[in-house]
């Protein structure tokens, strides 16, 4: 339909269903974006959002059920 929306929210569930493509910003600036299989895989979003390094997280880049 050639529309958007933008939401706001650190409900990982949430965004998870609701989103083709996303945008994370950390501290007021855009750090990666794309679809959400993609964004999850990212290091830097796992070590900012999960609060843990990329490396000690192996499992949450593919799991859709996450949590803040």
């Not at 950390?26 to 490396?55: F, L, M, N, R």
């Amino acid at each position: 339909y050639g529309c958007g929306i933008v939401v706001i929210d650190h409900d990982l569930t949430f965004i998870n269903t609701l989103c083709e493509r996303l945008v994370v910003m950390d501290h007021g600036k855009v750090i990666t974006s794309g679809p959400p299989a993609v964004i999850w895989k990212d290091p830097q979003v796992i070590e900012i959002y999960v609060g843990a390094p990329a490396a000690a997280t192996p499992a949450v880049a593919g799991n859709t059920n996450k949590t803040h």
